[in-house]
């Protein structure tokens, strides 16, 4: 989230598409119900009317698949009728920059495009500069090689009848919804979007994003209150998980993870790469530095550049996603897996397909607080003949957060302290207990070891005390960061080093935890203006409530409206002052030429409405998912030329003439996830015990399906057999020229527990965004018949 | 003290459930997983052991309009009660919070309040002695009389997190909840205020989005007459006259008649 869960009342207008918070994040409609009541309008837009459709003013139903679509449209609409933040966009945004003659974009496809590599040379779409490689730009916005000129280009070809005609929306209700979210465009008004995994699980799930914060920009909504391009996280701690590097391309603090090639083979080589000539992310240095420091510790110095070689390095250019570890297991290619609460036989895409490559692996060791689908999937009753599947497997009894102490991060960024609540069951332990103990064993077994490979783990520092259960404020204390001489805390990343003199395990995270306490354990629910809660937990960066705030702003420094005051220029004091924690040089002043670049992180300062960052263009565009019912509208190209294709096997494509409806997977307020915890618990089991699957009255009348018969879905993947649900919220489509259905169903199910049934996840594609590699849960074709 | 009621504004109600989980959690109720049921509810309607139950309504309005009504369905607790009127045993009575609660050490399980009830609430849970012996007492929400006593909210209360369900001084609740009708009116014309006074109100109110027989529940309840002689004359003077016991056996003949008056439940609950 930009924002956070208390700021959501703020809004005048909220936009939730590709989520279904009602359901999924039950809790932030305590705010958004606050924001109905200060009058504010609450539009749904998803394929099924759920139980957000009905707390909401306006519900549009979109195709699976087609987000793009639907908000190019609204863009286009903003733009026609002038309802944009015409100060905004022209200040604060890239509308201005000049963009060289080497883009074009022609019947779907980008400049620099190569088939071969199914990627683009993105430097084709880079800004036009001076000889001092300063960006040139046109303030007047006419220039036709402005970003602005080439956005309205762009998305001119997104009128409502084509729109509608691929989004199946009812065009009247389009209409409405983009007057309605237009309206906010208006000076001093906020909107803000809330999406989840309905938007990012797309083979353009990241340009989808990229399509909001467009929408965003032009209405003036970033860093305001109120405002917002706002992710709602699928778990209570997935932003803590991908803050801490989660995720195989990056390490901590979302910087780069390096690669095995001639260019990072130096510490300094790789550094150059990664680290931008302007924006606050010239500071790399300073944060890698510290992390190295926090991992190696005195084995860390300037002679061996800070322990970088002992990091292990990427193969260039090759993909470690969830899927590609799959592919790899399928080949064979993969020894060993450890899985922290992690059911892939439920969760993964192609369940069945991933559940069988686990039977290549030499080991595997499962850490859960119930025996899962997946560290089951050896025995009879997952189909499988346990005397035929070599694959050792170990279980670890995992604890529940009631049961252990530490941080969880929300979507809004806050790190939240927890306390033990209850002493854990049985043998079960808590991750960091697990994780303390193996790499102790690890450290002790490679402590006499004279092989250049065991390196790493000698020199990594493990000081978080001699037992088996660790410190944990010591493990906080590093996570801050401290000075190595003195051991002092750090304040913030604005005090770390490039030298080795401060380590900091998570540079966002440097200032959490300084001289006078772990602020994370704040419990202050003071609420000093504008619900922000400063003195409520921490939140990164530096306890900043709303990103970009200086944005919150006019170009004078006053605010936009005083019912919507973030920060301010205080001429007076000759600071930044206000609600919040200033995302701005705090004495920067009107006197200083970047006074007006609100946007700290990138280069230049202005929100990026044209980015060459993803793969797929500097613009979003329309295509259609890797499975889908009708040729793209927009384009002749009809699939996202920047996705990769995995393993075919893995992956086997349906036809719409053999599968002709479009399917969904969603969550439901009463499970979680792969179900592995709730529908071992009678008290969730018990509110939906069954799997089912909702079809639309009218598909149930043409396939002769009753209200609770037992039915068949099958897709290229497989088949399952489920009750049927039909109902009024499920409504065929009219597209271009051919009606179409689509029918949903929640993925929390499987064989394991008191509540099972049968996978969805046995039904979707192999295959993922071309950005974050993402699945295509969301959008996949299949057909059904009754049992 | 002054008088407290529980309100229940469906239209803030986003379906979610907790209500259910915490009642069950604080009353110790047993789970009682259902078959199928074709929608999102998860029992047909509360039972001995399910003391509130979400309903969910697929509702094609006459106006074209869809709406998925939600419910939080338990005892409304009645000011006039008639399962207190119905109740041969006197295990039936009003607490100083207006919560109708239910006497185990006097409820014999009859299921006459069974019958009786003008919401089709009270169910009779089976039980088993040391010996295993089968017996039967009435059971139905108690508002968390037990939480009351302590100065706390019904757990469902607690667990609302939209503040659809809330526990509050009546008067200040039902100048509140006029200002919400007046505001959900826009969007559902046929909204109104459920507190029926037939029965003299209710100590749990609801702020309903349509007709109460969408719902089903009863447009204009009342006590039957029958039920009311019953229990405020025939019983106290029977007593007195032939004893418990025959007044019991007298009791089950009026029940029927009763039954026959009410004419069965009315609608029935309307799920999809």
Redesign the interface.
């Known amino acids: 989230m930009t924002n956070h869960w208390n700021d959501l009342q703020h809004a005048n207008v909220l936009m939730i598409i590709g989520a279904n918070p ?2 999924n994040h ?2 932030s ?2 705010w958004i ?1 606050k924001a109905k009541e200060n009058g504010g309008k609450l539009i749904s837009v998803d394929p099924r ?1 759920t ?5 909401a ?1 306006m519900y549009g139903q979109l195709r699976s698949g087609t987000d793009i679509a639907f908000i190019g449209g609204m863009i286009n609409y903003v733009l026609e009728n002038e309802l944009y933040h015409k100060e905004y966009v022209a200040n604060y945004t890239n509308a201005a920059y000049l963009v060289t003659d080497t883009y074009s974009f022609e019947d779907g496809m980008f400049s620099g495009y190569d088939e071969g590599k199914r990627s683009y040379d993105k430097t084709k779409w880079a800004f036009k500069t001076d000889e001092d490689g300063k960006v040139l730009t046109d303030p007047t916005l006419k220039d036709p090689n402005c970003v602005f000129q080439l956005m309205k280009k762009h998305f001119s070809r997104y009128d409502v009848d084509t729109v509608v005609g691929v989004t199946g929306t009812d065009k009247k209700m389009y209409l409405d919804i983009c007057k309605t979210y237009g309206s906010t465009g208006e000076v001093g008004k906020a909107g803000t979007i809330l999406y989840a995994m309905g938007t990012t699980q797309h083979t353009v799930g990241t340009q989808n994003i990229r399509s909001y914060a467009i929408l965003q920009l032009l209405l003036g909504n970033i860093g305001i209150q109120g405002g917002g391009v706002n992710a709602l996280r699928g778990e209570s701690n997935v932003q803590g998980s991908t803050d801490f590097g989660l995720l195989y391309n990056n390490v901590t603090g979302y910087m780069k993870t390096p690669e095995a090639t001639e260019v990072d083979s130096t510490y300094q080589g790789f550094l150059d790469r990664i680290t931008p000539k302007a924006g606050y992310w010239v500071n790399t240095p300073k944060f890698y530095t510290s992390m190295l420091k926090s991992f190696y510790g005195d084995n860390a110095t300037k002679e061996n550049e800070f322990g970088y070689h002992y990091i292990p390095k990427l193969s260039a250019g090759k993909n470690y996603s969830f899927m590609r570890l799959f592919d790899a297991m399928y080949r064979g290619e993969l020894e060993g897996l450890l899985l922290f609460g992690s059911n892939p036989a439920v969760g993964g895409p192609n369940a069945r397909q991933e559940k069988e490559s686990l039977s290549n692996l030499k080991w595997m060791v499962a850490v859960d607080l119930f025996e899962t689908e997946t560290s089951s999937f050896w025995q009879k009753e997952a189909g499988a003949d346990p005397a035929s599947i070599q694959t050792e497997v170990i279980f670890l009894p995992a604890c529940a957060s009631f049961e252990k102490e530490g941080s969880v991060t929300n979507s809004g960024r806050w790190m939240q302290y927890r306390w033990q609540a209850i002493k854990p069951k049985g043998e079960s332990k808590a991750d960091l207990e697990i994780v303390h103990m193996l790499a102790r064993k690890l450290k002790d077994y490679y402590k006499n070891s004279s092989n250049p490979a065991d390196l790493p783990m000698k020199a990594m520092t493990w000081d978080y005390g001699e037992h088996d259960h660790p410190d944990i404020d010591l493990v906080c204390r590093e996570i801050n960061g401290y000075d190595m001489k003195t051991k002092k805390q750090v304040k913030g990343f604005g005090d770390l080093k490039d030298d080795g003199s401060t380590c900091s395990g998570n540079w966002i995270y440097c200032g959490f935890y300084p001289e006078e306490g772990n602020l994370s354990k704040r419990r202050d629910s003071t609420n000093e203006g504008m619900s922000n809660f400063l003195n409520w937990s921490y939140a990164w960066p530096a306890n900043r409530r709303i990103l970009y705030n200086r944005a919150s702003a006019d170009l004078n420094g006053k605010a936009w409206s005083k019912d919507r005051v973030g920060i301010e220029w205080n001429a007076l004091e000759g600071k930044w002052m206000g609600h919040d924690v200033p995302d701005f040089v705090v004495t920067k002043g009107p006197d200083d030429p970047t006074f007006k670049d609100p946007f700290i992180m990138i280069a230049g300062g202005k929100g990026a409405i044209y980015s060459t960052g993803l793969n797929e263009g500097p613009l979003p565009e329309h295509y259609e998912p890797f499975e889908n019912p009708m040729l793209n509208s927009f384009s002749s190209v009809q699939f996202n030329p920047a996705v990769q294709f995995g393993e075919k096997e893995m992956n086997p494509q349906g036809d719409v003439s053999k599968y002709p409806i479009v399917a969904t997977t969603y969550r439901l ?2 499970h979680w996830q792969s179900g592995a915890m709730t529908r071992s618990l ?9 799997m ?1 699957v909702e079809i639309s009255e009218e598909l149930a009348k043409e396939k002769g399906i009753k ?2 018969d037992k039915i068949f879905v099958s897709s290229a993947r497989g088949e399952i057999e489920a ?1 049927a ?5 499920f409504k065929p489509y009219k597209l271009k020229d051919k009606t179409v259905h689509q029918i949903g169903m929640p993925w929390h199910f499987g064989y394991k527990g ?2 099972i049934g049968a996978t969805a996840n046995h039904l979707t594609p192999h295959i993922g965004d071309a950005n974050s590699s993402i699945p295509e849960y969301k959008a996949f074709l299949c057909d059904v018949r009754r049992a | 003290m002054a008088d407290y009621i529980k309100f229940v504004d469906v239209t803030k109600c986003d379906g979610c459930r907790a209500c259910m989980v915490a009642c069950k959690n604080w009353n110790d109720l047993p789970e009682e997983p259902q078959d199928f049921s074709g929608s999102y509810q998860s029992h047909e309607k509360v039972t001995a052991n399910t003391w509130n139950v979400l309903t969910f309504n697929e509702h094609q309005r006459s106006d074209g309009n869809f709406e998925w009504l939600f419910r939080h369905q338990s005892c409304l607790h009645c000011v006039e009660a008639a399962c207190e009127k119905a109740c041969p045993e006197d295990a039936i009575s009003h607490t100083k919070f207006g919560s109708v609660v239910i006497d185990a050490d006097k409820c014999v399980g009859c299921g006459y309040c069974v019958q009786g009830c003008t919401f089709d609430v009270v169910e009779l849970a089976t039980y088993k002695d040391k010996y295993g012996k089968e017996y039967r007492k009435a059971q139905k929400c108690d508002l968390c009389t037990s939480r009351l006593e302590e100065g706390l909210k019904p757990a469902c209360v607690t667990a609302c997190h939209t503040d659809c369900l809330i526990y509050d001084e009546k008067d200040t609740v039902l100048a509140e909840a006029e200002k919400r009708l007046a505001v959900v009116k826009e969007r559902f014309p046929n909204a109104n205020i459920y507190n029926p006074q037939g029965i003299k109100g209710t100590t749990s109110v609801y702020l309903l989005a349509d007709k109460p027989s969408v719902y089903g529940l009863p447009e204009n309840p009342k006590v039957p007459l029958s039920q009311i002689v019953w229990k405020d004359y025939a019983q106290p003077l029977g007593k007195a006259l032939f004893g418990v016991t025959t007044m019991a056996v007298v009791g089950a003949v009026i029940s029927t008649a009763i039954n026959k008056e009410k004419g069965g439940h009315e609608g029935g609950q309307d799920h999809e």
């Open positions: 009602a359901e039950p809790i409609f305590r119900t009317y139980r957000t459709s009905q707390m003013d307020s009463e009678p008290g969730l089991a018990e509110l939906v015990p069954h089912f209200n609770k009750y649900m039909v109902t009024k919220r008191i509540a």
